[in-house]
């Protein structure tokens, strides 16, 4: 049995996962549901992207994290991407300067703030429920079937102009 040769067995080679990669760019996110009966992962995460009241606004980078962020929360969520111009215009109309400190006195904590051109602003954006509503299934639904959940792609700036 010694001498029976045994075929070789070459190690597998990693295969390229044809996953959807992030572009870089940035995406925006509106908490549509409210915190009432939400399971504690999804609320932890929702804290992590500093989403704590309905209509509130988080503009992220688009990366690996982000995403699986994202999709975690994607059932309380409406999130897509966002073009410059809207970007500016929620940061003009809805942007809130931040004049708290950058860290505590133990320098232990630094708090959460974007800087845009040299002036701080706080980390999130307190929208207006939109008008016309986010779709005609409701909240309960995903946007693909009609409803305000989930990925809307393009559609996202149509959405946040008319929270504005």
Do not use: W
Request: aromatic fraction near 8%.
């Amino acid at each position: 049995m010694e001498n029976e040769k045994q075929p070789k067995v070459e190690p597998k080679q990693k295969t390229e996962q044809k996953a959807v990669t992030p572009t870089g760019g940035q995406i925006a996110i509106v908490l549509v549901r409210g915190f009432i009966d939400l399971p504690q992962p999804v609320r932890d995460t929702l804290h992590m992207l500093n989403l704590t009241r309905k209509n509130n606004c988080v503009v992220i980078t688009d990366n690996i994290v982000n995403r699986g962020m994202i999709k975690k929360t994607k059932d309380y969520i409406t999130y897509g991407e966002i073009s410059e111009q809207t970007y500016k215009s929620l940061i003009e109309k809805r942007g809130e300067e931040y004049q708290g400190r950058e860290q505590d006195r133990k320098k232990k904590y630094s708090y959460k703030f974007t800087e845009i051109n040299g002036t701080k602003y706080k980390s999130y954006f307190r929208l207006n429920p939109p008008r016309k509503g986010f779709g005609r299934k409701g909240i309960k639904m995903a946007f693909k079937v009609g409803g305000g959940l989930g990925n809307r792609g393009d559609k996202m700036n149509d959405l946040i102009e008319r929270m504005l």
